[in-house]
């Protein structure tokens, strides 16, 4: 869109604002020198943008016409939700590598639990033994 586009967005959205969101459509064809700027405003302003809307014979501001402050505005939020978006396409990726190493973490402490499992019974069977073993000593030493 060209700046001359953009500027007189701005100023019929202002104009807008200033009128309490409602204008004739007489009065919002006098912003227009040229009749193909008309066109393409109106394009803009209802079809792509959404920020009036025709209603009988006036345009009215949307609640997106209320909120427009301006282009530069609108960029920055567009650049805002860009760089979010790509911050959380980064986060998903980690989140998938996260949980891929807690995958990786769950086999190896299944492993370990099953030889932790072998070693606590051996150390059972070692204390038995070694119960007996004193046992026995006490029966024969006196």
Sequence with gaps: MKEEHKTLIEKIITELKNVEGFMHINRFVLFFDQDHKLRIAITKIMGDLKLIESVSSNYRLTKDGWEFTSF??????????KELGKLELELAKSNIEANQLNKEVAVRNQKNEKSNNIATWINVGIGVLNI???????????
């Design 72 to 81: 530069g505005d609108l960029e920055q939020k567009e650049t805002q939700q």
């Design 132 to 142: 007996g073993l004193l046992a026995w000593q006490l029966l024969h030493s006196k």
